[in-house]
């Protein structure tokens, strides 16, 4: 390669550089939460499009260019750094455990509040349905029932009033020692 190609590849890149080595660091950081490997990520960057351009490459815009190598940087750093990390965890006697007790309890009331769904009165026993078991919208509902937006947003209101009565009632009933 020519001089003069390698000269002219050196002030396009500083001058990139100057341009967009802070918008380039701040992208890198946000995506990896370290400093130092931000700063790797984006001299890297910058190693790479220096290499794409004393090849002979073309860059119609610098700045897409370089957060194209970036992005694809970082995710090679999240590719190395999560088999690594998980290996040394092994390693080190890590045995990973779930705690799906909070979920286990959230379906149960969601399943209790389904079924004290028909314990409610015939007109927001229907919206309720419609909305939190059918998962319709405002709009679907009024379609369907020809009543306006508003009147169904105020059965709903009223109907879940009644569900967490409901399901209070239900809670401190079932809760009390026999």
Avoid at 6 to 15: D, R
């Amino acid at each position: 390669m020519p001089p003069y190609q390698v000269l002219e590849s050196n002030l396009i890149l500083t001058a990139a550089y100057n341009d967009y080595r802070r918008e380039l660091g701040a992208h890198a950081f946000f995506k990896v939460r370290d400093q130092l490997t931000s700063q790797d990520l984006v001299q890297d960057t910058f190693i790479k499009t220096w290499h794409y351009l004393v090849r002979g490459g073309r860059i119609d815009t610098m700045k897409a260019f370089l957060f194209h190598v970036l992005n694809h940087l970082i995710i090679d750093e999240y590719r190395k750094r999560k088999v690594s990390s998980l290996e040394v965890l092994l390693e080190e006697g890590f045995e990973p455990w779930v705690d799906n007790s909070e979920r286990l309890f959230n379906v149960l009331d969601g399943q209790a509040a389904f079924l004290l769904i028909e314990l409610l009165p015939p007109n927001y026993k229907k919206v309720t349905h419609m909305r939190y078991v059918q998962g319709l919208s405002l709009q679907e509902m009024s379609l369907i029932t020809g009543q306006s937006k508003n009147s169904i947003a105020v059965q709903l209101h009223r109907g879940l009033e009644k569900l967490k009565l409901l399901y209070t009632r239900t809670q401190f009933t079932t809760s009390t020692p026999q």
